[in-house]
């Protein structure tokens, strides 16, 4: 059974900086492309980065293109979303999502998701 | 980025009846041998996106045939065939063409 799970989430001020780390299990890891994807409260669905099952090349939304970095340990089976300069817009359910395929596809698995809030 | 939109924002449907939300993307996210980069998601209050369909028209796994997608170029359908009370969510269309992967804003479906 597929399982992601993230964490790291919580309340900072902003311009401050948060981790979220996503842990894989249930499949080929390393087979795998990976995305991040958010939602701010009552609002629609926002695709914010990828990463390549290798972890060579990496993608970004304008919105967080020079503020946010994705990673990933293929040998820890994890994602990570490094969340500098945060502002209150990113304020948002962050969910970690499998993508079907090594560089390009639909997201066939979805975390849970985690909370980030920014608030002063 | 390329841009999807969806119409309508929401629809309210009888138990048993056809539910059609539409998809439309800006640029086309389709290829010249008709590979059409579209998925489709629903989304429960309080859950995350469930993948229902992609290649605009293959049914995920697990996914009940009242579920079917169609289209190519631009223009994209969801269809629920006969509205179930579980179907009750907001539905998502999305390109993943290129990046941005982009989302349609989303479709709020309400039993009638």
Redesign the interface.
Known sequence: EVQLLETGGGLVQPGGSLRLSCAASGFNFEANAMSWVRQAPGKGLEWVSGITNTGETTFYADSVKGRFTISRDNSRNTIYLQMNRLGVEDTAIYYCAKEAGATNGWHDYWGRGILVTVSS | ?IVMTQSPASLAVSPGERATINCTSGPSVSTSNIKNYV?W?Q?KPGQ????LI?WASMR?SGVPARFSGSGSGPHFTLTISSLQAEDVA?Y?C?Q?YT????????TTVEIK
């Open positions: 980025d998925a998601y989304q995350p996106p469930k993948l992609y995920e907001v998502y999305q993943y990046t941005p992967r982009t989302f349609g804003p989303g």
